[in-house]
T-cell receptor, first 111, second 115 residues
């Protein structure tokens, strides 16, 4: 039973494009929604996180949009760069604990 | 730099052998976790520990055991490895203040191949 579903599995965009990665969750008790970025051979690193009391959070070129009624949240990367090429994971948890991860999205940004 | 250290980096293991993956942190955070990463399945929680002396089962605990004798170390043991345990294993820790949006800090992973 996959509690957090992530799409697409892979994504290719041109430099400057705006890749969008979507996640949907089932457990309404989730109150913490982070996104992680992972480069090959490295562990995931926290990119940005949001709580359900706001609908949007922006940090630099990265934006989380959150729709509580639809139980969905998404990551937008503005002005994407080749250095953004990585695997991205959404996750959900309760009070920051016991994170459940999505299946991951492999992003490639072409120069 | 504060971090979380995993060892070994990679290992090829014969099926049926016992193996312990090591994880050490240097921030004395209470909560620690073991995840396995498989293509298309994301990261799945194996075991966790909220504080020294306590452990709990995650989503995929079968075939694995953990111990938490002190705050800094959280080893993961495969008692008798099977090929389906071929994966990349990540250890993580979490700051104790759950109201902050700090998230987990992950180690660099152990790539395990069971043949």
């Amino acid at each position: 039973q996959q509690q957090v579903k992530q799409s697409p599995q892979s994504l290719i965009v041109q430099k400057g494009g705006i890749p969008i990665i979507n996640c949907a969750y089932e457990n309404t008790a989730f109150d913490y929604f982070p996104w992680y970025q992972q480069f090959p051979g490295k562990g995931p690193a926290l990119l940005i996180a949001i709580r359900p009391d706001v609908s949007e959070k922006k940090e630099g070129r990265f934006t989380i949009s959150f729709n509580k009624s639809a139980k969905q949240f998404s990551l937008h990367i503005m002005d994407s760069q080749p250095g953004d090429s990585a695997t991205y994971f959404c996750a959900a948890g309760i009070a920051g604990n016991m994170l459940t991860f999505g299946g991951g999205t492999r992003l490639m940004v072409k120069p | 730099i504060a971090g979380i250290t995993q060892a070994p980096t990679s290992q090829i293991l014969a099926a049926g052998r016992r193996m312990t993956l090591r994880c050490t942190q240097d921030m004395r955070h209470n909560a620690m976790y073991w995840y396995r990463q498989d293509l298309g399945l994301g990261l799945r929680l194996i075991h966790y520990s909220n504080t020294a002396g306590t452990t709990g089962k995650g989503e995929v605990p079968d075939g694995y055991s953990v111990s938490r004798a002190n705050t800094d170390d959280f080893p993961l043991t495969l008692a008798s490895a099977v090929p389906s345990q071929t994966s990349v294993y990540f250890c993580a820790r979490r700051p104790g203040q759950t109201h902050r949006l700090d998230g987990y800090t992950f180690g660099s992973g152990t790539r395990l191949t069971v043949v």
